[in-house]
C-alpha cells in the first residue's frame, strides 16, 4: 500500500487536535514535535486499517448503486 501523506494543512490541524486533546484530557502540553511524531504514529499504525474500512465501504455502496441501475433503466424491449 501506498503511504499515506496529508497536506501541510490537515497535518498541522491533526498536530493542533492532538495538541488540545492532550492538553484537555491529560493536563499535558505537547510540543509541535511531540504532536507530529504521534500523527505519524497514527498514520502509520491506524491509518492502513481505516484507509482499507473506506475503500470496503464506498465498494459497498457502490455495488448498491450497481444493483439498482437494471431496476433504473432497464426499457421492456417488448421482444
Not at 501523506?5 to 510540543?31: G, I, M, N, Y
Request: net charge negative; glycine share 6%; charged share 30%.
Amino acid at each position: 500500500m501506498k503511504e499515506i501523506t496529508l497536506t501541510p494543512e490537515r497535518r498541522e490541524a491533526l498536530c493542533r487536535e492532538v495538541q488540545k486533546t492532550f492538553s484537555v484530557a491529560f493536563d499535558e502540553t505537547l510540543s509541535d514535535f511531540r504532536a507530529s511524531e504521534i500523527v505519524d504514529l497514527m498514520l502509520k499504525t491506524i491509518g492502513p486499517a481505516v484507509y482499507n474500512q473506506a475503500v470496503q465501504d464506498v465498494r459497498a455502496h457502490l455495488q448498491g448503486k450497481l444493483d439498482d441501475l437494471d431496476g433504473e433503466v432497464w426499457v421492456d424491449g417488448g421482444v
